[in-house]
């Protein structure tokens, strides 16, 4: 994708999107488990401070690691395949910046309902449950935050939280609006502007979320044991 961007030619062969398409839909369901395991586990360092190295104990972080990248490896070769198997003869040109599903749906000359409604239920699996679990996380969250008596405290629980909620939102925001209704006006129109936010932003700020805000967690859950009295 890079290399287009940058080079004269624009072309990719019909193995090369194969590829790209089958990395991309596991990278980017694994991504939307990976938001949600950080949600929780944020979570556990507010709500329960005390138990949170015997609740995120490594063997519990190495099962949900699996779990993530098991959950986008299935995702990818249920619908990569299913989305492959798709007449393109009349159709060369390929509307987006990356070879993804609701391009290639687009582009193609056949009937794709059955592809739409797999691709709707995987988005309600994956994107909207987890979108509900995190914000349930978030709400136990705040809920946690006000019982905190120093504004330092609060500001600090905030502050660990921030990086999380835009990527949150630049994520499930535009993939939501892309995936839920692969055929709608505003998708086709928008799609492209929209792939650039979870294909390119959205990765570049992850080091924030996986590395950089890490060591605030474990500073603010000692913080909030003084805090809380506990």
Known sequence: MLVHFWGPEKTISYTGCAIQLYVFLWLGATECILLVIMAVDRCVAVCHPLQYTTIMHPKLCLQLAILAWGTGLIQSLIQSPATLRLPFCSHQR??????????????SSADTIYNEIQMSIASIILLVLPLIIILC???????????????SGKKKAFGTCTSHLLVVSLFYGTVTAVYLQPKSRYAHEQGKFLTLFYTVVTPTLNPLIYT?????????ASVLNINTGL
Do not use: H, M, W
């Open 94 to 107: 390929v509307d987006d910046i990356v070879c993804e599903v609701p391009a290639l749906i687009q582009v």
């Open 137 to 151: 996380s978030y709400i136990a969250i705040a809920k946690a935050v006000l019982r905190i008596k120093l504004t």
């Open 212 to 220: 950089l805000r890490n060591k605030e967690i474990g500073n603010f």
